[in-house]
């Protein structure tokens, strides 16, 4: 499956920004999808994950309450919703994914095969 991430853009501390994740293959429904950010001089972190159903998401602590994770299988369509953004939000994000069929959401890197080219997103202060 290849991915490729969008909308990300420069917006103001209390902003909102919607991010995109198009995939190719017909089966994108069994894969488990998650959005990773790096920001500057930072490791790669885990952001957000969604089952390959929807019937399961997780968040990292830094973002629960403020972003939102869904998907459109019949669009191969992932979504994360970001509001009320902040100045440490400032990262590349990355969109993954991973052919399963557990509904556990995995957090971790190595767990992801297939990656998308990041989108960034600048929050100014």
């Known amino acids: 499956v290849q991915l490729q991430a969008s909308g990300g853009g420069l917006v103001q501390a209390g902003g909102s920004l919607r991010l995109s994740c198009a995939a190719s293959g017909r089966m994108f429904r069994s894969y488990m999808t998650g959005w990773f950010r790096q920001g500057p001089g930072k490791e790669r972190e885990f952001v957000s994950g969604?089952?390959?159903?929807?019937?399961?998401?997780s968040y990292s602590d830094s973002v629960k309450g403020r972003f939102t994770i869904s998907r459109d299988n019949a669009k191969n369509m992932v979504y994360l919703q970001m509001n009320s953004l902040k100045s440490e939000d400032t990262a590349v994000y990355y969109c993954?994914?991973?052919?399963?069929?557990?509904?556990?959401?995995?957090?971790?890197?190595?767990?992801?095969?297939?990656w998308g080219q990041g989108t960034q997103v600048t929050v100014s202060s």
């Open positions: 993954a994914a991973r052919s399963t069929s557990s509904q556990a959401v995995l957090t971790a890197r190595r767990h992801y095969n297939f």
């Open positions: 969604i089952s390959f159903d929807g019937g399961s998401m």
